[in-house]
C-alpha cells in the first residue's frame, strides 16, 4: 500500500517559519521526483518546489530565496523547510511522488496559514 504521509502544517504568523515533512513508503524513493504544490482557495493548485533522486531542484519564483525542499533517501521523506513566510503562502500543502510511466501519488495536504 503506497502512502505519503505529511506532518508540518499549522498557523504561523508573518515572518515565521514552518517546516513540511513528506514520509513515502510503498514505493521505491530511487529514480523519482519529489514535489510539493500548494493550493490556495479559487486558485489552481501550483507547483511550489521539487527535487529528483539525483538532486536537482526547481522552485517557484514566488518562494526562492525563503523555501529550502530535500531529501532524505535513507528515509524515505522529503521536507520543505519555509522561511519569512508571507499570508500569500497560505494554502494547502500537497506532497507528490512520481516516476516516469511508473506512479504518480499525492499526500493528502496539510493546512498551512500564515496570518498578518
Known amino acids: 500500500q503506497v502512502q505519503l504521509v505529511e506532518s508540518g502544517g499549522g498557523l504561523v504568523q508573518a515572518g515565521g517559519s514552518l517546516r513540511l515533512s513528506c514520509a513515502a513508503s510503498?514505493?521505491?524513493?530511487?529514480?523519482?521526483?519529489m514535489g510539493w504544490y500548494r493550493q490556495a482557495p479559487g486558485k489552481q493548485r501550483e507547483l511550489v518546489a521539487s527535487i529528483t533522486s539525483g538532486g536537482s531542484i526547481n522552485y517557484a519564483d514566488s518562494v526562492k530565496g525563503r523555501f529550502t525542499i530535500s531529501r532524505d533517501s535513507a528515509k524515505n521523506t522529503m521536507y520543505l523547510q519555509m522561511n519569512s513566510l508571507k499570508p500569500e503562502d497560505t494554502a494547502v500543502y500537497y506532497c507528490?511522488?512520481?516516476?516516469?510511466?511508473?506512479?504518480?501519488?499525492w499526500g493528502q495536504g496539510p493546512q498551512v496559514t500564515v496570518s498578518s
Open positions: 507528490h511522488a512520481q516516476r516516469f510511466l511508473t506512479y504518480d501519488y
Open positions: 510503498g514505493i521505491s524513493f530511487s529514480r523519482n521526483v
